[in-house]
């Protein structure tokens, strides 16, 4: 495929054809019918309206990192992907058109809006698929599904019909979250509590037969007064005793309402009676249901006054705003109107539509999760599914243990339509197609479907199973489910992962993962959350423009530590793309040295010690880098490939073969099967985080007609394969030539002088290792020669190795007086900035009120300056003998 390196790492002249290849070539499938063990992992679908975002990014980076590990293990390995229909968002696109064109979906009509949807899923639906395979992944795309596709469309009936039959869902009529914009349902979870300077406005309600007497309540919300049907006091509050069993006049309608006692009433806050609205507030439907309290509901879809009893004149139609001013002004005028308080308060307001979410009273239908979260808790409490990092398990149990009913209704169109008909009388008739349900009504009664559709949740939670075919018992369900692995964030651990969890044991006896792999928030370098309005952005196809696929992936990779968010920094993404072409320039290094495969290379039978050290440490990485890769720690992978690449093989033994390497002769011709055998190993290794490079840096290496390193075995080394006396001898030289080195930056000897190095009290085996290495020694650390000596001279700085003490000479090279200055005056300036850390850190306001981030930073730069005084005073010390 390539035949010779090209002299710079050009990551766009490759990343297309590369992607091709291995698409065409058919390596991301999986084969039901192979006898491998199975490793499944299922894409959390991303809405079909969606495009690539940073958090894709990372999300699916870590999902191809396992997908490709485990297939070049053996497993057969499935990465299902697909996209999700997305009710709501398709419905605010294509409404908003519709709104351009001056129309809404009602002028068109439920079949021509479903039309205009279908055209907007073929003309969008491709693009955050097509942008995935910028990003390198490997799911396997021949079955990528779609949520609203003929077979989870079939799913999603069965799973509607079996739970309706087991009375797990059910229709009735309760208080609802209601968008007057979108006019549908919308979830707890849809819905944001927006902080606002509001007010409180404190009414009196005079006491029936005594109307000289008043009991006085507070709201927030005035025009639900119309819908008042108590008032409510604590039992224990022998301010109202006398009160309770009596009735107040509501103000404005007239109506007779009771007073209650009731122990949602807290003594301690305003007067200490409530009013209790039981069609328009959630607290006030729970007391209504304890006391058998009318529901009136004076709000209708739009959030605009609606007709009922005892309606006042001049309200019906008012928007619920416009029903407040009005109702203000009466109360005022009837003099009941006491105080109207300026309050910080929140008030509900929907996700996606922006507006005020009213509590509403109508008919819908709920799944009982309280009963199907039970068995999920326990599942994971008994380790059948665990959380990683298991923290994330007390946000799942939050969540599950304290369970409502989950209203699954939604008054839109695009999306499942609820398979229930209804005839003329009400009477309800469940089931997966027409003509069951004409039959369940018989053939003379005239059946009206429900309009509704399902939550878009409703299918997501069939996800895992669906996509594999059931209800039907195919090869795929019977080899995938359960799946080994769901990778997500934790914002859709209440929305998606629970009702999996509760969807597959109730509909299939099982849990439908085993473990949950819980990645953070991306933010930006300084910590902040990523929005638009902030301008902080980082968009991920940018990133792949500007840097390369591999630097991204291989940064989002060494960042992603368990349990603690990102902070993305473009200088990273420099660092790794440095890093990448690092390993290039040692490819092409090698190459043009000859450095080729050898067939009949064995890495046991390695004759000499460099050669035997770098196959050790390899073989170490590897061995840390598997356990890495199980234990989900992916900022450890990246770090062990990191410094292995980097230092280890290129900064070491690149550096320590280059005077082999001008050689010929047997022990040259080792040095060049060793280092081509490493490098295709570590290409190997690196390719789940950097498939690019390593495909192509990795055909080049094979040479013509060689197989794709997407289809290569993930390696296996004899657990022997470890050589303990070379890589003692090489650490002592790695040692030597790293003192040597430090001394000299220390000391600011220029980088051109060559030091005469003098040895002394060195045992048998350190001479005998100087002179083996001399070589490298002299190169390396840049020395003019080294002899051994029983006296030090003045001026000589002197670093112990084990037994023997190495003597540099600087007097000649370096001014010993200009040096000792420099050294003290740099030891200052770090004291004057340890002061200034110290006082910042010793000031309790400014740790009080300073951001978590900006403390740590400071404490960083503190442990960093330690560092260097402590080192800078060494040096200074050496100076002084």
């Known amino acids: 495929m390539y035949i010779m390196l090209d002299k710079t790492f050009d990551p766009t002249a490759i990343e297309k054809d590369i992607y091709a290849e291995w698409e065409n070539s058919g390596a991301f499938k999986s084969d039901p019918s192979s006898m491998a063990d199975p490793f499944c992992i299922m894409m959390p679908p991303p809405n079909v309206t969606g495009s690539l975002h940073i958090g894709h990014a990372l999300n699916h980076t870590l999902q191809d990192i396992l997908t490709r590990h485990h297939r070049m293990k053996g497993k057969d390995t499935l990465w299902q992907p697909g996209t999700d229909h997305a009710s709501i968002a398709v419905h605010m696109v294509l409404e908003k058109q519709l709104n351009e064109e001056g129309k809404t979906r009602f002028d068109l009509g439920r079949d021509a809006f479903m039309d205009r949807a279908w055209k907007w899923k073929d003309y969008s639906g491709s693009t955050i698929t097509s942008q995935l395979r910028r990003l390198g992944t490997t799911p396997d795309w021949s079955r990528e599904a779609f949520t609203m596709d003929e077979g989870l469309s079939k799913a999603v009936l069965k799973a509607f019909v079996e739970l309706y039959k087991k009375d797990k869902i059910y229709r009735a009529e309760r208080l609802v979250n209601w968008d007057p914009e979108r006019q549908t349902v919308i979830s707890d979870l849809e819905v944001i509590q927006k902080e606002q300077k509001g007010s409180m406005w404190h009414i009196r309600y005079p006491i029936e037969g005594d109307t000289d007497q008043y009991i006085t309540v507070a709201t927030t919300r005035p025009e639900t007064m119309l819908g008042d049907t108590a008032v409510a006091v604590h039992p224990d ?77 001049g309200y019906v139609g008012l928007d619920r705003f416009d029903a407040r001013k009005k109702v203000l002004l009466e109360l005022e005028e009837l003099e009941l109107l006491i105080e109207e308080e300026k309050i910080k308060n929140t008030i509900p307001v929907g996700e996606r539509s922006g507006v005020v979410i009213e509590p509403f009273m109508t008919k819908q239908w709920f799944v009982d999760t309280p009963t199907l979260a039970k068995p999920a808790a326990q599942a994971v409490r008994d380790g059948k599914t665990r959380f990683i990092p298991q923290q994330y398990e007390n946000m ?42 004409q039959a369940q009504a018989g053939q003379d009664v005239k059946i009206t479907r429900d309009d509704d559709v399902l939550d ?18 195919t090869p795929e369900l019977e080899k995938f489910f359960p799946t080994q692995t769901l990778v997500t ?116 039978m390695v004759k000499g010690a460099l050669n035997q050290w770098i196959i050790s440490e390899l073989a170490e990485a590897k061995t840390a880098l598997d356990k890495a890769t199980a234990e989900y720690r992916f900022n450890d992978m990246a770090d062990i490939l990191y410094h292995f690449t980097w230092g280890t093989f290129c900064d070491w033994y690149v550096e320590f073969t280059k005077g082999a390497l001008k050689e010929e002769g047997e022990g040259a011709t080792e040095v060049r099967a060793t280092a081509a055998w490493v490098l295709e190993q570590l290409l190997i290794l690196l390719n789940p985080i950097m498939p690019y490079i390593s495909e192509a840096l990795y055909a080049n290496l094979k040479g013509e007609g060689a197989s794709r390193l997407i289809t290569a075995s993930w390696p296996k080394y004899d657990p022997s394969l470890t050589f303990p006396d070379a ?25 051109n002088a060559k030091i005469q190095l003098l040895i002394k009290d060195a045992s048998v085996q350190t001479q005998n290792a100087l002179k083996t290495h001399d070589e490298i020694l002299c190169r390396m650390a840049r020395l003019q020669s080294f002899d051994f000596t029983d006296e030090t001279p003045k001026g000589a700085i002197q670093i112990v190795i084990d037994e023997a003490t190495a003597i540099l000479p600087l007097a000649e090279i370096i001014d010993l007086d200009a040096e000792r200055a420099r050294l003290q005056k740099a030891i200052e300036k770090v004291e004057k900035d340890i002061i200034v850390i110290d006082k910042q850190l010793d000031n309790t306001n400014f740790v009080a009120n300073a951001p978590p981030e900006i403390i740590e930073e400071k404490r960083t730069l503190k442990e960093e300056a330690l560092g260097t005084k402590e080192k800078l005073t060494k040096a200074l010390e050496q100076l002084a003998n």
């Open 237 to 313: 509050d022998d301010r109202y005793k006398d009160l309770v069993g009596k009735c107040v006049i509501l103000p404005i309608t007239g109506r007779i309402i009771p007073i209650i006692a009731d122990e949602y009433s807290d003594p301690e806050k305003g007067s200490g009676a409530v009013k209790i609205t039981p069609a328009h507030d959630f607290n006030d439907f729970e007391v209504g249901q304890r006391h058998n309290l009318p529901m009136i509901s004076v709000l209708d879809e739009k959030a605009r006054i609606c007709e009922f009893d005892n309606c006042p004149e």
């Open 396 to 437: 799942y149990f939050a969540w599950v243990d304290h369970q409502l009913p989950w209203c699954i209704s939604r008054q839109l169109w695009w999306g499942h339509q609820i398979p229930a008909w209804y005839d003329e009388e009400g009477n309800v008739y469940v089931a997966e197609n027409e003509a069951e349900a």
């Open 456 to 473: 878009t949740w409703f299918s997501s939670a069939l996800w895992p199973f669906s996509t594999l075919g059931w209800p039907d018992k």
């Open 489 to 604: 964030g934790f914002d859709i651990i209440t929305f998606w992962v629970s009702r999996m969890m509760m969807f597959s044991i109730e509909l299939l006896g099982e849990v439908p993962f085993k473990d949950v792999y819980i990645h953070a928030l991306v933010r930006d370098s300084k910590g902040h959350k990523m929005s638009k309005s902030k301008g902080n952005v980082m968009d991920p196809l940018d990133l792949i423009e500007k840097y390369g696929t591999d630097a991204l992936r291989f940064t989002l990779c060494a960042l992603a530590t368990q349990g603690r968010d990102i902070r993305l920094a473009e200088e990273r993404l420099q660092g790794y793309r440095n890093f990448a072409t690092k390993l290039w320039n040692a490819a092409r290094y090698l190459e043009m040295n000859n450095c080729a495969l050898n067939k009949d290379f064995d890495p046991a």
């Open 727 to 751: 890589s003692k001898e090489i650490g002592w030289l790695k040692r030597f030539v790293s003192e040597i080195r430090s001394v000299r930056a220390d000391m600011n000897v220029p980088a």
